[in-house]
């Protein structure tokens, strides 16, 4: 899944958050209110929504902390971030 989760068969739900999750990730300034619809067709409430933002907004928050102090990468990532094959 990490490799390539359009591929990997996840449920609709799980999709729609990986969507969202990559969208506020790379173009924030265009999430609006139809991915927030999209969401809560998938079956999310506000406090599911509230709380999958917040967590992508972290992991955001932390990775750019990390690159703009220079922090480099765990020995088991690779130079894209993923984990290394064993």
């Known amino acids: ?3 390539d989760w359009r591929s990997a068969g996840l449920p609709e739900a799980d ?3 990986c969507e969202y999750a ?3 990730t790379l173009k924030p300034s265009s999430v ?3 991915d927030i619809d999209r969401l809560r067709a998938v079956g999310l409430d506000d ?3 509230s709380s999958a933002t917040q967590v992508v907004a972290y992991f955001n928050y932390i990775n750019r902390i990390a690159d703009g102090l ?3 990468l765990e020995d088991w ?3 894209d971030g993923r984990p290394k094959e064993p």
């Open 1 to 3: 899944m990490s490799a």
């Open 15 to 17: 999709v729609a958050l």
């Open 22 to 24: 990559e969208k506020l």
């Open 32 to 34: 609006g209110r139809e």
């Open 47 to 49: 406090e599911g929504i």
């Open 70 to 72: 220079g922090v480099p």
């Open 77 to 79: 990532l690779g130079e």
